[in-house]
């Protein structure tokens, strides 16, 4: 089957809150999807209808073209982590898994296998109930990655990590990417994704912000502007108006242009003999660029203004 | 549905609580059975007591063990947010319903057969010792015996069919200590209400509907004549409280969000 998730025009109200509002997006194969949003943008619900756990009002979620609930056993396509915490206490962690195996018809070799790729070790044979936070974690991961699935959904999962452990995930999911399989991960934490992420779904009050590649939202953000600092301001802002650009002035010696290149607007200067201190590409990181994007979409600034 | 056994037995099996609740089971059978017998003196011929229903009396207490385990075998896992794994692993939801129900009813049977027989035993035991003779009337208990050997597998039945309404009703119920709680009103409120009432006519109706006391008249070997509802119509009253409450535990399950 093809590894991907195609969520189309998802909708649902819990009581008066809409958690989903036309949800749309694409999970391709061989790339890692960040599902980035504020608390209360419908990315667990989002993750929950993909599973079939929820059922959405409209809409509908397919994974390589089948509903989830029509996949014969489904951990072999698709492996999930919603949350690590979810467990009985008084199984061992490699119990836990056995039964998600059994439950796949897959055995207890493969999860002697699994266990060993989380570093989950002799810790498997202990009660999950005394697991910390990480290693709870990396049961979790354990159980998303024992069907071999060609697409994996992974819902905050560096929450609770230490450093060791976020760059474990971080190498891990690289590493799945890179076998072609679709990886969907979100965060509320866009710095989280910086470096992770090849693609950014941006969820805000239910729905898409913005569906772009990392590199193209940060140019976004960035908006092609160049910062300028010269002393002859009015000769600059004539020249550079003349060739097109937009200037504005940002304070006694420094200027903004949009609409032209860093590299156009330093021939322009050095043919009309206009003097320059600096010329500089404006860059905005990639959390600048998930502030602009989801500041309406923010619902707890809102409330907590009041 | 065999993957789905196979996962549901393996967490079952895997749940430290298990293994304590089925001792439980068997014990508390034995143990009540054994005390109630302990307690009661045959001093006549006409003592009027029915020697099968007290040996098998444990199974009144050995119950409140079977809807505990019954009632966490599903709540357990909406307590904790498992049930979302349990959903993703297996979508086919009313699949994974009848696995657990199957599970649970095959272990409580096993619980349920090991304290019978243990009750019957003790009986053997005790009960001559306490006037139940054959000058008064009461031969050795023996499971060559047709009413005898219908109580006592009856009453195997009996707490099986309990676990599978326990399970219906907790999975209709969801949160452990509600599900406990209605489950043990729905057993326990009957039987209260019938002492209370005084209409004999009302009586008899709610003993019919009753899902403890028509089940338990399976386990009646005298005066069968006067009982308000026969034997296996009494388990047939209790097997349809259990299927109505799966059914509705299983529809549920298939329209709520998990």
């Known amino acids: 089957m093809e590894s991907n998730i195609e969520v189309t025009g998802l909708r649902k109200r819990f009581g008066a809150v809409t958690a989903l509002d036309g949800m749309t997006f694409t999970v391709a194969a061989g790339k890692i999807t960040g599902f980035v949003g504020p608390n209360g943008a419908g990315k667990s619900t989002t993750m929950r209808v993909i599973l079939g756990l929820d059922a959405a009002d409209e809409g509908r979620v397919l994974i390589g073209g089948q509903p989830y609930r029509a996949l014969r056993r489904p951990l072999r396509h ?72 060609r ?55 239910g729905r898409v912000v913005a569906d772009a590649s990392v590199a193209d939202l940060i140019a976004a953000a960035s908006g092609d502007r160049v910062l300028l600092r010269t002393a002859a301001r009015p000769e600059a802002m004539t020249v550079l108006a003349e060739a097109g650009a937009t200037v504005a002035v940002t304070g006694r010696d420094t200027l903004t242009v949009a609409g032209l290149a860093a590299e156009r607007v330093v021939a322009l200067l050095t043919a009309h003999a206009v003097p320059f201190a600096e010329v500089a590409g404006h860059r905005a990181t990639l959390e600048e660029a998930y502030m602009e994007l989801t500041r309406d979409a923010v619902e707890f600034r809102a409330d907590g203004a009041r | 549905m065999k993957l789905e056994l196979h996962a549901e037995w393996t967490k079952l099996r895997t749940l430290a609580g298990t293994c304590w609740a089925l001792a439980a089971i068997a014990v508390l059978t034995v143990a009540f059975g054994a005390a109630a017998g302990a307690a009661t003196t045959c001093a006549s011929a006409r003592c009027n007591h029915d020697a099968v229903k007290l040996a098998l009396t444990g199974v009144q207490v050995s119950q409140a063990a079977v809807a505990v385990l019954a009632v966490l075998a599903i709540t357990g896992e909406y307590g904790t947010g498992m049930i979302r794994a349990t959903f993703t692993a297996m979508p086919r939801r009313s699949a ?100 209370a009432i005084s209409d004999p006519g009302w009586q008899r109706l709610l003993v019919r509907i009753s899902p403890m006391n028509a089940g338990l008249a399976i386990q009646a070997t005298t005066n069968l004549d006067l009982q308000p509802i026969g034997p296996w119509a009494g388990l047939g009253v209790l097997t349809a409280w259990a299927v109505a409450a799966l059914a509705c535990g299983g529809l549920l399950l298939r329209l709520r969000d998990a």
Request: glycine content about 12%; overall charge positive; proline content about 4%.
């Open chain 1, 78 to 149: 698709v492996g999930a982590l919603l949350d690590a915490a979810a467990l009985q206490p008084s199984r061992t962690g490699r119990d836990h898994l056995l039964w998600l195996a059994h439950s796949q018809g897959l055995t207890a070799k493969r999860v002697d296998a699994v266990a060993g790729q989380v570093g989950l070790g002799a810790a498997a044979r202990r009660r999950a109930g005394g697991y910390s936070l990480g290693m709870r974690q990396r049961l979790g991961i354990a159980a998303a990655l024992l069907g071999e699935p």
């Open chain 2, 96 to 195: 994974v319903l009848a696995a657990k129900a199957a599970v649970l009813a095959g272990l409580t049977l096993v619980a349920a057969v090991v304290g019978v027989l243990g009750s019957v035993l003790a009986a053997r035991l005790i009960l001559p010792g306490r006037g139940f003779t054959p000058e008064h009337g009461y031969p050795l208990l023996s499971l060559a015996d047709g009413p005898v050997l219908r109580a006592a597998a009856g009453s195997a039945l009996y707490l099986t069919l309990i676990a599978l309404l326990c399970l219906g009703v907790a999975t209709a119920v969801r949160d452990s200590a509600a599900a406990v709680g209605v489950v043990l009103g729905l057993l326990y409120l009957f039987p209260i209400l019938i002492r």
């Open chain 1, 151 to 205: 697409v994996l959904l992974l819902d905050e999962p560096f929450n609770g990590l230490d450093p060791d452990g976020i760059v474990w995930i971080r190498d891990l999911l690289a590493s799945l990417a890179a076998d072609g399989r679709a990886v969907l991960v979100s965060s509320h934490l866009m710095s989280e994704l910086q470096g992770v992420a090849d693609h950014l779904v941006v969820a805000g009050r």
